[in-house]
C-alpha cells in the first residue's frame, strides 16, 4: 500500500508519498506530515454517497433492506480536510458525524462490472459525512443543505492505494470516546458493487469520490468538540467542531426545525428513548 497526501506549504500545493509519518518536500528537506496543511487526498467532480449500507445502521432505524442502493449527492464546495474545522450554524442544533470510508475512481468509468471494478479505483480515504439534519424537513430527501453545505464533508488525511476494504475495523471518536465500533464486513453492498451500479448510467472520472455510508450510532455533535475517524490500515481523520456566529438568517428561506421526523434520524434509538 502507498499513502499519497496533496498537502500545502507556503502557498505550493503539491501531492507527496508518506514513509513513516514524514515525507520530501520539492527543496529536497524532510518534513513530519503532522506539521503541514492537508487538502482533500484528490479533487473530484462528483461526490456521491450511498443512504443506508451498514446493517447495524438499518438494524438501529428498523429498516428492511432495500433491493437496491439508494445515493444521495454531496457538494464538492463543502469538501474539507484533516485537521479541519466544521461549522454548525448558530440556530442549528443537529450536526450528526458519520465516519465512513470512501472510494475515489482512478480513471474515466462507465459501464463496468462489479468484476472490472478494482481497474477503475485509484485508492480508497476515509470520510466524516457530516448532516445537518435541522434542514432534513426541506430538503424533500435531496439532502441539498443537509449534506452539502460548507465544510461538512472532511475527507483524508490519504489516499491510500491497494487497500482491501474487507474485515476493517472501522470506530468514530468524540474528544477521546468511541461513539461508533464497526466491522466493514457488515457492509450491505460493497465498494465494487457500488462503482459498477453507479457507473451504468453516470460517466465517473478520475478524483470522483464514493463515501460508502456509516454504521449504527450517528448522533449530534456539540461545538467544542474534537472528532476522529479511525479506519483500519487508511488512518485516522480529525476534526474540531465549531459554532458560526452568524445564524440561518430568519427573515427567508426554509427554517431550521427539529419535527419527530428529524429528531429520529438525527437521535435514532434515542429518539424512541425518550
Known sequence: MTDFRRVQIDGLVRTITVENNAFTWIDGSRRAVDDVVHLPPAVPTKVIC???NYRSRLDELRREQPPAPTYFWKS???????RGTVVRPANCRFLNY????????GRTTRNITPEQAPNCIAGYTIANDFGLHDFRDTDENSMVRVKGSDTLGPVGPSLVTDWDFRNKR??????GKVVQDANTNDLLWDPHYLLADLARTITLEAGDMILT???????PIEPGSTIV???????ALENYIASAEIAIPPDFGAQPSASDGVQLIALGSDFRKG
Open 76 to 82: 464538492v464546495s463543502c469538501l474539507n480536510s484533516h
Open 98 to 105: 458519520e465516519g465512513e470510508f470512501a472510494l475515489v475512481v
Open 229 to 235: 475517524v479511525e479506519v483500519e490500515g487508511l488512518g
Open 213 to 219: 455510508g456509516t454504521p449504527a450510532n450517528s448522533r
Open 170 to 175: 472501522l470506530r468514530t471518536l468524540i474528544d
Open 50 to 52: 450511498v443512504h443506508l
